[in-house]
């Protein structure tokens, strides 16, 4: 009797019950055509900013950038009630300044169907005491 026996404590990836039923199409078609073409602008927008300012300040400049958003990245409020948010990225990114879609048509997590994330479970994995999917608003 030198070994004993656990019952590991693990999550379901696949938990219907806590995530709701996953579909195939949602992985393989976007929502919309539109949000691909901007994300394709977005990410074009990006790596000619970072040339600008290569050829401008020096190749160390924009890793440096690059380094600041890789660690303010990392700091965020833990979801559950409130959303969480990256002010220090979006600060950063100038993301605050923005005027983007969502803050004029509706924002999904302002509707009645919308279920609030489980504070719990989102902890759990977090601190790799549970397995499965990530909740957002703690990843």
């Known amino acids: 009797m030198d070994s004993?026996?656990?019952?590991?404590?693990?999550?379901?990836?696949?938990d219907p019950?806590?995530?709701?039923?996953?579909?195939v199409k949602s992985d393989i078609i976007e929502p919309h055509p539109?949000?691909?073409a901007?994300?394709?602008?977005?990410?074009r927008q990006e790596e000619m900013k970072k040339k600008i300012l290569a050829n401008t300040y020096g190749a160390a400049f924009p890793?440096?950038?690059?380094l600041d958003r890789q660690i303010l990245s990392k700091f965020h409020r833990p979801g559950g009630a409130i959303s969480s948010s990256f002010v220090?990225?979006?600060?950063?990114?100038?993301?605050?300044?923005?005027?983007?879609?969502?803050?004029?048509?509706?924002?999904?997590?302002?509707?009645?169907?919308?279920?609030?994330v489980d504070m719990h479970h989102g902890m759990e994995v977090r601190l790799?005491?549970?397995?499965?999917?990530p909740c957002p608003s703690f990843m």
Do not use: C, Q, W
Not at 17 to 23: D, N, S
Not at 38 to 43: E, G, I
């Open 34 to 36: 539109l949000e691909s």
């Open 4 to 14: 004993v026996k656990m019952i590991p404590v693990e999550g379901r990836a696949d």
């Open 63 to 66: 890793m440096k950038m690059e």
């Open 88 to 116: 220090g990225l979006e600060a950063f990114t100038g993301d605050l300044e923005g005027f983007g879609f969502e803050d004029y048509l509706n924002d999904p997590r302002d509707s009645e169907s919308f279920r609030p």
């Open 128 to 133: 790799g005491l549970s397995k499965g999917p």
């Open 17 to 23: 019950l806590r995530f709701g039923i996953h579909g």
């Open 38 to 43: 901007h994300r394709s602008a977005k990410a």
